[in-house]
């Protein structure tokens, strides 16, 4: 397999294609703009700087555009950073594609489906049942391809429903653990929580947020979208109103953008388990990038902590 941006320690020498995943503008303390571009392979990112950016360069170099990139890979404030040495626009003879470049799930799209519509069959409340496998159906197309985050854990091709199938399978481990949490509900809370992120962010390919995203948010969206499901359905009841308080309270803390904090256990239970898988993605992608022995970069969502590997 051939070596990618994620292999390349500090000092060595790089000359590949790349997909621009963000773009930039900025003015240095010369008054000249120059251009911060995140560059991306399916093995991670780093981070560069073209300076004395021209706009023929914005326009080259924005999101979305294949270039090939030479440097060295370099360390600024604890991250690599990639000093640029040449770099042009991909042409049609380099033989390059947007998919060469795109991180994607580990499980195949029928694996993930497969798990998650037992955990909905098995449900044994049809009111719970019936909205989670509506809007499931819904959104399957963009919930089956679209990553779970602009950055930070799960932001890959397909890491949204990814995120779903591991979180389902702690909630399965910890339902048998504790009998008395209600299986629906939080089986129904994993698989909705995250879903307006399908209308919050743009796609898989250099993620942003929609005006929806940026106006509303996912947990509004979905609490939304619960609403009209249960409205469409002719469905009335407390599952309605719980589930949209699940989706309402699972990031756990106003101050991390959650409106409510978890007031029914099942909702303290799943923004616990979507923590823990979040984090654990974040720190096991980072781990990957290290040897025994050594530091990872600084991971901002875990406040700025650098986490050591182990040699044993």
């Known amino acids: 397999m051939k070596k990618g941006i994620a292999q390349y320690e500090v000092g060595e020498q790089v000359d590949l294609f790349f997909l621009v995943k963000s773009s930039t503008r900025g003015i240095a303390s010369n008054g000249k703009?120059?251009?911060?571009v995140i560059l991306q392979d399916k093995?991670?990112?780093?981070?560069?700087?073209?300076?004395?950016?021209?706009?023929?360069d914005e326009e080259n170099y924005?999101?979305?555009k294949i270039v090939k990139a030479a440097g060295e890979v370099m360390t600024y404030r604890g991250r690599n950073q990639?000093?640029?040495?040449?770099?042009?626009?991909?042409?049609?003879?380099?033989?390059?594609?947007?998919a060469d470049f795109l991180e994607?799930?580990?499980?195949?799209r029928e694996e993930m489906v497969e798990s998650?519509?037992?955990?909905?069959?098995?449900m044994k409340n049809s009111n719970i049942q019936r909205i989670t496998r509506h809007l499931l159906n819904k959104y399957q197309n963009a919930?089956?391809?679209?990553?779970?985050?602009?950055?930070?854990?799960?932001e890959f091709v397909s890491g949204l429903a990814y995120h779903v199938v591991s979180m389902l399978k702690v909630a399965k481990a910890l339902a048998d653990l504790y009998p008395s949490l209600n299986r629906d509900l939080l089986y129904s809370g994993v698989i909705l929580h995250d879903l307006g992120k399908v209308i919050e962010l743009s796609g898989p390919v250099s993620t942003t947020y929609t005006l929806e995203g940026n106006l509303l948010g996912h947990i509004s969206i979905m609490v939304n979208e619960i609403g009209q499901a249960a409205e469409e359905l002719s469905i009335k009841g407390e599952e309605v109103l719980l589930l949209q308080h699940m989706v309402l309270s699972h990031h756990g803390k106003e101050e991390w953008g959650s409106p409510k904090k978890p007031l029914i256990k099942e909702a303290e239970i799943l923004h616990l388990i979507d923590n823990v898988d979040a984090k654990m993605n974040m720190l096991d992608r980072a781990l990957e990038h290290v040897k025994p022995g050594e530091f990872t970069e600084k991971i901002?969502?875990?406040?700025?902590?650098?986490?050591?590997?182990?040699?044993?």
């Open 33 to 36: 703009p120059f251009l911060t």
């Open 43 to 56: 093995t991670g990112d780093i981070e560069a700087k073209l300076w004395d950016a021209s706009p023929e």
């Open 62 to 64: 924005a999101a979305e």
């Open 82 to 98: 990639l000093k640029v040495r040449q770099i042009r626009p991909a042409n049609p003879q380099d033989g390059v594609r947007v």
């Open 104 to 108: 994607v799930a580990p499980l195949s």
């Open 116 to 122: 998650i519509t037992q955990c909905i069959f098995e």
């Open 143 to 154: 919930f089956l391809e679209y990553p779970a985050a602009t950055k930070n854990h799960h």
């Open 300 to 312: 901002f969502a875990l406040d700025n902590r650098s986490f050591y590997k182990p040699t044993i």
